[in-house]
C-alpha cells in the first residue's frame, strides 16, 4: 500500500528544487564521452542567465597503456591551455610523475 503523505510533506519536492544547490538563473551543463580510439573528453560549462556571462573547459584525455602514461590536455574559455603527461609505477613501485 501506498502511505498518503502528510501536509507538511506535500510541497516538499517542489521546494526542494529552489532550496537543495539548484542553480536559480544560471544554466549548467556537464558531459562525459569516449571515442572509439579510447581518448576520453570532459566537457563542462555554465552560464548565468542574469548577466550573460559564460565560461566552459574542455578536457581529452589519452592513455597509452603500454607505456602507462595518459596525457591529458585542459583547455577553457579564457584562453588558457594546460597539459599533463604523467607516468606510474614504471619507475618505482606506487611512483607517479607528473610533467605539467
Not at 67 to 85: A, H, V
Amino acid at each position: 500500500m501506498c502511505n498518503t503523505p502528510t501536509y507538511c510533506d506535500l510541497g516538499k519536492a517542489a521546494e526542494d528544487v529552489f532550496n537543495k544547490g539548484y542553480g536559480f538563473g544560471m544554466v549548467k551543463i556537464d558531459l562525459k564521452t569516449k571515442s572509439c580510439s579510447a581518448v576520453e573528453f570532459s566537457t563542462s560549462g555554465h552560464a548565468y542567465t542574469d548577466t550573460g556571462k559564460a565560461s566552459g573547459n574542455l578536457e581529452p584525455e589519452c592513455k597509452v597503456c603500454t607505456y602507462g602514461l595518459p596525457f591529458t590536455q585542459k583547455r577553457n574559455t579564457d584562453n588558457t591551455l594546460g597539459t599533463e603527461i604523467s607516468l606510474e609505477s614504471k619507475l618505482a613501485w606506487d611512483l607517479k610523475l607528473n610533467v605539467v
